[in-house]
């Protein structure tokens, strides 16, 4: 055992300690490049500029620097070799025009649990970086989203600030964007700010002061979430122009029958909807396709087979496996029997 011991710790601890004639002290280099390493990984990049002392900057990783969680009030400066930077969890409260001038490289950035005010986010400040595609800023003081974005993001993320407007140029041009965090903010309405996001497929609009349904919304959105608004209705035609929409979600709203045009959800490709927390009292027509259906918490009065299925037979049926309508005016006795053939995938219909 002994020997093995000193074996391992021949081969960890570096050859000037582990020998006795110390002919050599940089010869444990010399035994690193042989197994693979180079002196690149186990010396610091200086790049562009040091590293802040308040960072770190892995010799392992030298594009990323980590300031993540360090008290932080202000920014550091940035080393322009930087593609990734972390600073989330600080207290930042303000961002120069040219606090990112030197690092026009950068692809993520991440600001998100600071303490950024519109106010004090200069009008230039991310207009430089044109690779960048991640920009996190939840859980900040914004007022308005940032002027100038660049219009390479793909992930763009302003959940949980103060946002109450978006001006139809805040996002004008972002055709790559593809996922919209602006949920839990106080947004009344949105107009036509989402005109042109031709790349969108997940938007994400929940928590907000929503009357109704926004307008202009990417055909080409997979998942849209718009729970916890104020909407009573939707349009008629709502869902007819998106191919790819997958996933809706307007749980916790003032949905009435009088809202929802006939067959508004009755559309093929639609894998999950959740109409929970409203005012329904009748079971919408639903597409046979549908999966997961989310209705608790309605003023539903009566199960209609039909909702579901338009014909009742053994080559006919819903692809439903989740049928939620607990906490409506309805009992296990009021579904009829020939709901078992129509909903026969689902695994169980909570009433």
């Known amino acids: 055992m002994r020997g093995v011991c000193g074996f391992l710790l021949a081969c960890v601890l570096p050859l000037s300690i582990a020998t006795p004639d110390r002919q050599d002290p940089f010869l444990w280099l010399s035994a690193l490049r042989g197994r693979g390493y180079v002196e690149g990984s186990l010396l610091a990049d200086k790049t562009g500029g040091e590293c802040p002392e308040e960072c770190d900057c892995p010799p392992t990783f030298p594009i990323a620097m980590y300031c993540d969680g360090r008290g932080l009030t202000a920014m550091p400066t940035v080393p322009s070799r930087m593609k990734?930077?972390?600073?989330?969890?600080?207290?930042?409260?303000?961002?120069?025009?040219?606090?990112?001038?030197?690092?026009?490289?950068?692809?993520?950035v991440m600001m998100h649990h600071n303490a950024l005010t519109s106010d004090k986010i200069g009008k230039r400040a991310f207009s430089k970086l044109q690779n960048l595609e991640r920009l996190y800023l939840q859980h900040n003081n914004l007022t308005s989203v940032p002027q100038n974005l660049p219009r390479s993001l793909r992930d763009l993320r302003l959940n949980k600030n103060n946002i109450n407007k978006i001006t139809p140029a805040a996002l004008e041009g972002m055709d790559n964007l593809t996922i919209l965090y602006i949920n839990d903010n106080s947004l009344?309405?949105?107009?036509?700010?989402?005109?042109?996001?031709?790349?969108?497929?997940?938007l994400d609009v929940s928590g907000n002061k929503?009357?109704?349904?926004?307008?202009?919304?990417p055909e080409r959105l997979h998942q849209l979430y718009l729970e916890f608004n104020a909407i009573s209705s939707v349009p008629e035609g709502f869902l007819t122009k998106f191919s790819q929409l997958q996933y809706i979600r307007m749980a916790h709203n003032d949905l009435t029958d009088k809202?929802?045009?006939?067959?508004?959800?009755?559309?093929?490709g639609l894998v999950e909807l959740d109409l929970s927390f409203n005012k329904l009292e009748r079971i919408p027509p639903v597409s046979p396709t549908l999966e997961h259906l989310y209705l608790q918490a309605n003023h539903i009065k009566e199960f209609t087979v039909s909702s579901f299925?338009?014909?009742?037979?053994?080559?006919?049926?819903?692809?439903?496996?989740?049928?939620?309508?607990?906490?409506?005016?309805?009992?296990?006795?009021?579904?009829p029997s020939e709901s078992a053939l129509c909903l026969r995938l689902a695994s169980n219909i909570d009433v």
């Open 84 to 108: 990734y930077l972390y600073l989330q969890h600080n207290e930042i409260s303000s961002l120069s025009d040219s606090a990112l001038d030197n690092a026009t490289n950068l692809v993520w």
């Open 188 to 202: 009344t309405e949105m107009g036509t700010s989402l005109k042109g996001l031709n790349s969108l497929l997940l």
């Open 210 to 217: 929503l009357e109704k349904v926004p307008d202009s919304l």
């Open 259 to 268: 809202g929802i045009p006939p067959n508004t959800f009755n559309v093929t």
């Open 309 to 335: 299925c338009g014909v009742v037979d053994v080559m006919n049926f819903s692809r439903l496996r989740t049928v939620r309508l607990d906490g409506n005016e309805i009992s296990a006795g009021d579904v």
